[in-house]
């Protein structure tokens, strides 16, 4: 072989060493998650893990049920992107189909910005305005009931809040650029058909920009399930049924306020519980690849 | 039209109107409630020393320091690793199964929580390669966070580097390595930069990817000589420091002092990507 073949191979090696770094590493983050996630599985049993409804972790007879702590995950989610899409979805109609180009350049710049702003942030902005506020509810709703443990005003409330803002920018970004990619001729169409702006824009741009929407959604709700560090901060520290006034602690804010000084099994169900949103972030991506193949169709 | 049609089509107009709006006050009032909260802290004392009894002072000087080097060190091995990732993908590989599971695993990888890289730096890096909480581990851990970013970013550039170049390249007798090297990468090298300054972003963001590897520190490198030995001790990021003030240290003066330093640097960086795009923007050189 010449020189000059050999460096072409050295370098077509060195490339692909590159791209199957990628592969090597969500292989070994699996591996990792499955590893140290199961033994406590075993050890604490999987039903008393997974729907134990008492987290005692250093009580003299320790309880490990992380219930509701996988509750409020799904519960905090879910309601955040039931208040952040509606909102998302009419910013995109906005954006994509009724600004002018001025006002639409300021919006869309302040989403941008939104989505690049540490989520610490969030979470310590959260901390002064949103508990402070919900506290004054809270005193008012539960004004002279006893069985109502108060919480200064860190609640899942506030998380829901918090998360609802945080994923505004994925949705409104990505459904944004898919209706922007509808094509004019089906808007022509129905505007001439004599259906109104309004009519034009839900009944036809909306479906036809459907599969983008819906990755949008989904790319919403994983970044909602991830989101540590801002709740952390907004959301209490007890882990309780998920309600509106209670504070509770979620799949990732349990892991980032535990994990510094867990140890033995205690330690080992944080990695459970890691191991439990690594495989409901898998099912996202799942979905996320169906959505993004019925797209393409 | 009917008149309840057109009420109806009065509230849904107020209504998007309404939700536009919400992006624009809510980026105006963190800016505006960060800067009336925060702007009295950050002076030069503030950004050039570390907070310390003994001097009297008040200043995250070490996590300003901490930060800048994991940029530098995760991005001096993710860069090439991105890249190259990008020009396999793009220049080599003949669609098939492998590059369906390489994309797949990029990704995936983008969508793993920063929290789940933060338990497997600890565990991985910080753990089984001993390497304990230093900035060296928050780093790799980073590492896998952008590679995705820079490799989809490096991918579309080349994506739109026209084929006739290609041909132009190979019929001119020139090898491949040396057409990606000479001819590709330089024509892509605006999605690069732009990929390049979006991680950058994303870790000056990033808190609780590091929580749990580059832990606290909030040491300054003390003379040249220790720069290097550095990279195993452990280093708050200003974010991480953030965290801490705003929770167990219950400092908030220190807080928001950090968050209107973050939201400025957030700022240069967007106007950045924004410049970038707009000088190589292909459209707008006809």
Not at chain 1, 203 to 226: D, E, M, N, Q, W
Not at chain 1, 259 to 273: D, E, I, N
Not at chain 2, 2 to 12: D, W
């Amino acid at each position: 072989m010449n020189k000059k073949a050999i460096i072409e191979k050295t370098a077509q090696i060195i490339f692909l060493v590159c791209a199957v770094i990628a592969i090597l590493a969500v292989c070994s983050i699996t591996f990792y998650m499955i590893m140290k996630g199961t033994p406590a599985l075993k050890e604490v049993g999987v039903l008393d893990l997974l729907f134990g409804r008492i987290w005692k972790p250093t009580a003299g007879e320790p309880s490990f049920g992380i219930f509701y702590i996988i509750l409020a995950s799904i519960v905090g989610t879910a309601m955040a992107v039931l208040l952040g899409v509606p909102v998302g979805l009419l910013t995109a109609v906005f954006l994509s189909e009724l600004s002018s180009k001025k006002i639409g350049k300021i919006v869309s710049g302040a989403v941008e910005l939104l989505a690049a702003i540490p989520s610490v942030i969030y979470g310590l902005i959260g901390m002064m305005i949103l508990n402070p506020f919900m506290y004054m509810l809270e005193k008012k709703i539960f004004e002279g009931s006893s069985t109502h443990q108060f919480t200064g005003g860190a609640n899942l409330l506030s998380a829901i809040i918090v998360l609802a803002v945080m994923i505004l920018p994925t949705v409104i970004s990505v459904s944004t650029s898919s209706m922007r990619a509808v094509t004019d001729s089906l808007r022509s169409a129905s505007l001439a058909l004599g259906a109104t702006k309004l009519q034009t824009i839900f009944k036809v741009v909306i479906p036809a920009a459907k599969s983008g929407i819906l990755t949008g959604i989904v790319l919403g709700i994983g970044r909602a399930l991830g989101e540590a560090m801002a709740i952390n901060m907004v959301a209490g520290g007890a882990v309780n049924i998920p309600l509106p006034f209670n504070s509770v602690r979620t799949l990732t804010t349990q892991i980032v306020s535990e994990m510094g000084y867990a140890s033995g099994t205690h330690r080992q169900v944080l990695f459970t519980v890691g191991l439990v949103l690594y495989v409901f972030i898998m099912l996202i991506n799942l979905i996320l690849l169906k959505v993004r193949k019925g797209g393409d169709e | 039209m009917s008149k309840s049609r057109k009420i109806k089509e009065i509230i849904l107009y107020g209504l998007i109107y309404i939700c536009a709006a919400v992006a624009v006050v809510l980026l105006v009032g963190i800016i505006g409630y960060v800067l009336a909260k925060g702007l009295k802290s950050v002076n030069l004392e503030f950004l050039t020393t570390v907070t310390s009894v003994l001097h009297g002072t008040v200043g995250i000087a070490g996590n300003i320091v901490n930060t800048i080097y994991i940029i530098v060190i995760t991005m001096l091995i993710a860069t090439p690793i991105g890249v190259g990732s990008a020009v396999y993908l793009n220049e080599y590989a003949k669609p098939g199964r492998l590059v369906t599971i390489i994309e797949f695993a990029t990704e995936t990888l983008s969508g793993i929580p920063s929290i789940i890289f933060g338990l497997f730096g600890m565990m991985f890096f910080g753990q089984t390669m001993g390497l304990g909480y230093s900035l060296l581990t928050g780093s790799l851990t980073l590492i896998l966070m952008v590679l995705p970013l820079i490799t989809r970013n490096t991918q579309e550039a080349l994506k739109t580097v026209p084929d006739s170049y290609r041909n132009g390249a190979i019929g001119l007798g020139a090898g491949k390595w040396h057409t990606i090297r000479t001819i590709l990468l330089p024509s892509a090298m605006p999605g690069i930069i732009t990929g390049v300054i979006l991680a950058v972003g994303r870790i000056v963001g990033e808190s609780a990817a590091l929580l749990f590897t580059a832990g606290s520190g909030k040491a300054l490198i003390n003379g040249l000589s220790n720069l290097f030995p550095k990279m195993f001790q452990s280093g708050g990021s200003m974010t991480v420091q953030l965290y801490l003030s705003a929770t167990s240290e219950g400092d908030f003066d220190t807080a928001f002092g950090i968050a209107v330093t973050l939201l400025v640097i957030v700022f240069l960086i967007n106007l950045g990507t924004k410049a970038l795009a707009k000088k190589f923007d292909v459209t707008q050189l006809k």
